[in-house]
């Protein structure tokens, strides 16, 4: 088993298409990046924190590679916004890669160096030395699952994950 940590806006959105992926045995959403221990949501909304919302991926390497996973995630964001995803904006919203070892460092760099060739805005995703990761309240894990009609739900992350599930059926589960 190996462990992604990554930011792409509100953890909601990738959270609930990670836990679509062939490999990924869970999915954690949670904080990391920040100055304070244990924070809670309302820490992290003021901006004041430090953190980032990321989601914990725990995979199969022998399913889904590491590669793969920053793939699926590059395509569920766009990292050219600086501290931002669409509406949601602040530093906790930034585009980032939390790499826990130095082969997850150099696959960062690479994808990262091959997503800027395919853009025209520059890539500000921060590659940083995974920090320590917190989980965030129970009710945000898994989310959209249990709150699929819930506005910001059906508005923003629906049609994310219908077009995910388009565009990467071969990698996903049933």
Known sequence: MQTA???GGCFWCIDAAFRRVKGVQSVTSGYSGG???NPTYQDICTGQSGHAEVVK???DEKIVSYST???????LHDPTQLNRQG??????YRSVIFY?????KLASLKMLASQQMLLADKVVTQLCPAERFYAAETYHQDYYTD???????????????????????????Q
Do not use: R
Not at 87 to 92: E, L, P, S, Y
Not at 100 to 104: G, K, N, R, S
């Open 57 to 59: 991926i725990d995979f």
């Open 100 to 104: 826990l070892d130095e082969i997850q």
């Open 35 to 37: 100055q304070i221990e």
């Open 87 to 92: 509406n949601d904006v602040g530093t906790q």
């Open 147 to 173: 709150n699929p009609n819930q506005p910001y739900c059906s508005i923003m992350i629906g049609p994310k994950i219908a077009k995910f599930e388009t565009n990467y059926a071969d990698l996903l589960t």
């Open 5 to 7: 940590i990554l930011g």
């Open 69 to 75: 996973l920053l793939q699926l995630f590059f395509d």
